[in-house]
């Protein structure tokens, strides 16, 4: 395998993955893949995805800035790849923000309902315009592979200058604007990295960054492709880099010079080690890297000066967004690997399309390749009709979306299990009486119960009539309500009636006055009856009568169904006189069986498949 | 061997069932795709469609060709399917695990029939193995697997019967129980890439042999160049 087929490959694992735990996060929700709370509700995505993404994609207004506005020409081989680079970096700020939004429907919301006070409005908005000017930006690049929609190009080609100036605007206004989304913080943010100029630090380190991604990007797709680096180039982006983070350094430590905290740098915390290592990282060795003409003209030299400028940006819009209010919040967040795992897949899911676009359209002056199959090779049959199709068309499509799938089989598999079952109450079998044959009641839901035969009840009982035997509430659409909705406590008497659901506007929405007399105590006893409003509570004829919100436990409630019931049949049948006795519902036949009388009696767990004999065996169990 | 019971019951039963359920459905995808390709590469593209879906709908449900050849055992093997289909998939312990998994179950086969249905899918499993094994055409064109599958997939019918039928002791329930659960996985793991694969790509073989064998336009020198036998005439 070559480096192309190695590199997709993981690729496409990792996008895989990520689907996997996307699917899980919108089925179960934000509880059970994130470790995010209520104190630290922003995490990886926010500060990786989301602000590091806008970040990452600041290539495409920097060198189309260079390009149009500067008519610096020599850095045309530049300009498709960096605004492709800045198109993908935006959608995966829009998707992570997909992930991360507990009501991710509502994304639509800030286009009807404005609120002008807030960054993250203005955020929004210019994400939104500035993804569609650089999708206008792009788009005659697929359009020209076809001569269909050669008019639409030509419009868009035509529209290219304000196009561009307007991207430049856009960015301008919202790579600051993210930093004024942490004004809000002066309390929260260690004073390192709070200050009153954070949008005009954000915008003059994304100026920088926004040079070293394209020169980082430029230097992987090469070295991917095996195609010369633009090595003179990136020399020139690094020359270009280290006055802007000269400039960016001398701002920010003179900012901290005036709000009298450069002190702190040197305090020995582990906020200012971090402060020491994110400049480091992102500035200072950079610059000195950049400042050396041998090594600013050194393959090496170049990769390593444009990965420390990335990574240490990503490092200080983590540090911003999070990571340095830790001290204040004293809640440690590390973000889980499902966390990690989308991050990754829609940073890997983005890079294929990026290696799609460059081999199927003009981003470079040259196409890369995949190598195709010789037409002389003898064909391996395919594995269905053992028939030979003829090669496909994309290459090692095959192997990738066998790496696809088991990826997202191990993604599932690795999923918490144990989290997404406490993920707030399931309905318990017994709820769904309608019809079953057999129901399995398990009161406490922790696996164990009896199974019970309903359909040989209601035979029993002979036919439909009996039903209110056991049933005494009706929901609406003639639904059962299940035992536990209202004998809540297991072993405890419990209240039937739900005062704060009948009241809260989410629940029953009733007012006060609704129920209680104007200008009498609000007591139980001077409340209109249930009946009143809930007329068809209680079917006709029901075995029970409902006289007091106070109900038995559940425990209770099922056993006073039950065993006068079996009590009386057994006494009539002589054929069954242990009916009314433990083990005729409790009638473990498990494997542990012998130790049943020990400590745990009576109990049955579901997930064991011996819940069979139970069904065959009917009402009959083993007695002891 | 809880542990074991609850690693296999658990992550491995989410892996092997969505290897199983992925791995179809890209088989699937990767086969129609490459239908519609040799379709446009085609030199000839002149398809007898409907004289393929008749075909198709006709080994789809082989009720002609029963009596045609070997009458035993063809009945043996539509038996052996139906088993095989619909013991797993609506017997009401399973339907019962997928209600407490997914939140919601379906309808369910009364007791006597999943046994009846279990019993008649084990021995016709055994019927397949030695309708195969005592034919001498059949064995010559035999691979491995052919010889394998029914074995490996009446595993878990036997086991399964064991653990809901029988009374054994516990130490020995567990291990039943295990064999049940992990054969059950090994055949969700290997069914996209062997043969049984054919439960989903049965309704293309017919338009599949009807495509491959519409080449590309001029591509009779490449085949010969293929066979090493350039020059030869076509």
């Not at chain 1, 990571?323 to 989308?342: A, N």
């Not at chain 1, 922790?446 to 009840?457: C, E, K, M, N, R």
């Not at chain 1, 009576?602 to 139970?614: A, S, T």
């Not at chain 2, 054994?168 to 291990?175: G, I, N, S």
Request: charged share 15%; net charge positive; hydrophobic share 50%.
């Amino acid at each position: 395998m070559n480096r192309v087929h190695v590199t997709k490959t993981i690729l496409w694992m990792l996008t895989g993955l990520a689907l996997a735990v996307a699917l899980t996060r919108f089925a179960f929700g934000l509880g059970v893949t994130t470790n995010l709370t209520d104190t630290t509700p922003w995490g990886l995505w926010i500060g990786f995805d989301v602000m590091a993404g806008v970040a990452l994609g600041a290539g495409g207004f920097v060198i189309t800035a260079i390009f149009y506005i500067l008519r610096q020409e020599k850095f045309h081989p530049l300009v498709r790849p960096a605004v492709l680079t800045a198109l993908l970096g935006y959608i995966a700020v829009i998707l992570s923000l997909l992930v991360d939004l507990g009501l991710p429907w509502n994304i639509w919301h800030m286009m009807i309902y404005w609120n002008p006070h807030s960054p993250l409005f203005e955020v929004g908005w210019c994400v939104m315009l500035y993804t569609t000017v650089l999708l206008l930006e792009f788009s005659p690049v697929p359009l020209a592979e076809t001569s269909r929609w050669a008019n639409i190009r030509r419009v868009l080609m035509k529209f290219r200058f304000p196009l561009v100036l307007l991207g430049i605007m856009l960015s301008t206004l919202h790579q600051s604007s993210l930093g004024s989304l942490f004004l809000i913080t002066p309390f929260k943010s260690y004073p390192l990295w709070y200050t009153p100029l954070l949008p005009i630090l954000f915008f003059i380190s994304a100026i920088a960054l926004g040079l070293m991604m394209v020169s980082f990007e430029s230097l992987c797709t090469s070295w991917l492709y095996r195609r010369p680096a633009e090595n003179n180039l990136v020399a020139r982006l690094g020359s270009a880099a280290r006055w802007v983070l000269g400039f960016y350094l001398l701002v920010r430590l003179l900012d901290l010079k005036i709000s009298g905290n450069l002190a702190l740098i040197f305090s020995g915390n582990w906020e200012s080690w971090l402060f020491i290592a994110e400049l480091l990282i992102m500035a200072i060795i950079p610059i000195i890297l950049f400042s050396i003409p041998r090594v600013r003209h050194s393959a090496t030299g170049q990769w390593i000066g444009s990965f420390l400028v990335v990574a240490g940006t990503i490092l200080n819009r983590v540090n911003v967004g999070g990571l340095t209010m830790v001290g204040t919040t004293g809640e440690y967040y590390f973000p889980s690997w499902m966390e990690v795992s989308i991050s990754a897949g829609i940073v890997a899911a983005l890079a294929l399309v990026f290696l799609f676009a460059i081999e199927k359209f003009q981003i470079w002056e040259t196409r890369p390749r995949e190598p195709e199959s010789d037409p002389h090779v003898q064909p391996a049959f395919s594995r269905g009709g053992q028939t030979w199709l003829g090669s496909p068309s994309v290459a090692g499509r095959t192997r990738y979306s066998l790496a696809f799938i088991i990826a997202v089989a191990i993604g599932f598999a690795l999923i918490p299990a144990h989290k997404i079952d406490s993920s707030g109450v399931v309905d318990i079998v017994a709820a769904r009486a309608l019809g079953g044959d057999t129901l399995f009641v398990d009161g406490n839901r922790d696996g164990f119960g009896v199974a019970f035969p309903h359909a040989a009840h209601i035979k029993a009982g002979k036919g439909k009539e009996s039903c209110v035997g056991c049933h005494h509430m009706n929901l609406p659409l003639d639904r059962q309500s299940g035992c536990y909705s209202c004998h809540r406590g297991m072993y405890l008497t419990a209240d039937a009636f739900g005062h704060d659901w009948h009241a809260s506007a989410a629940g029953g929405n009733v007012a006060c006055v609704d129920c209680h007399t104007r200008g009498e105590d609000r007591t139980a006893a001077t409340a209109r009856p249930c009946a009143d409003c809930h007329k068809d509570l209680m079917p006709e004829g029901a075995a029970i009568k409902v006289n007091t919100y106070t109900v038995p436990s559940y425990a209770d409630a099922m056993h006073d169904l039950c065993i006068p019931c079996h009590r009386q049949a057994a006494a009539t049948n002589s054929d069954h006189p242990d009916l009314y006795r433990c083990p005729t519902c409790h009638n473990g036949k498990s494997p542990d069986w012998p130790t049943l009388a020990g400590r745990q009696p009576w109990k049955r767990r579901l997930n064991n498949h011996n819940i069979l004999p139970v069904v065959s065996a009917g009402i009959e169990g083993p007695t002891p | 061997m809880k542990i074991l019971l609850e690693f296999a019951r658990g992550p491995l039963f989410r892996l092997t069932f969505a290897v199983m359920v992925l791995g179809l459905a890209r088989i699937l995808i990767l086969d129609i795709w490459g239908m519609i390709e040799a379709y446009r590469r085609a030199g000839d593209k002149n398809i007898p469609w409907k004289l393929t879906m008749i075909r198709t709908v006709e080994w789809l449900f082989p009720v002609k060709r029963v009596m045609h050849h070997r009458p035993l055992y063809s009945l043996t093997g539509i038996l052996f399917h139906i088993g095989l289909l619909t013991v797993p998939l609506f017997l009401f312990a399973h339907v019962q695990l997928w209600r407490s998994g997914i939140g919601f179950g379906w309808f369910t086969l009364p007791r006597l029939w999943a046994d009846i249905l279990t019993i008649m899918t084990i021995v016709m499993g055994a019927g397949l193995f030695f309708g195969r094994l005592g034919h001498s055409k059949s064995r010559v064109i035999s691979r491995k697997q052919d010889y394998l599958w029914p074995l490996l997939l009446i595993i878990p019918f036997v086991t399964g019967f064991i653990c809901a039928n029988l009374g054994v002791a516990p130490k020995f329930y567990h291990l039943v129980l295990l064999t049940h659960i992990l054969s059950a996985e090994l055949i969700f793991v290997l069914l996209p890439f062997t043969k049984i694969a054919h439960c989903v790509l049965m309704p293309l073989s017919q338009i599949v042999m009807t495509l491959a064998w519409k080449f590309p336009a001029k591509v009779d020198e490449d085949i010969c160049v293929t066979l090493n036998k350039k020059g030869a005439p076509v």
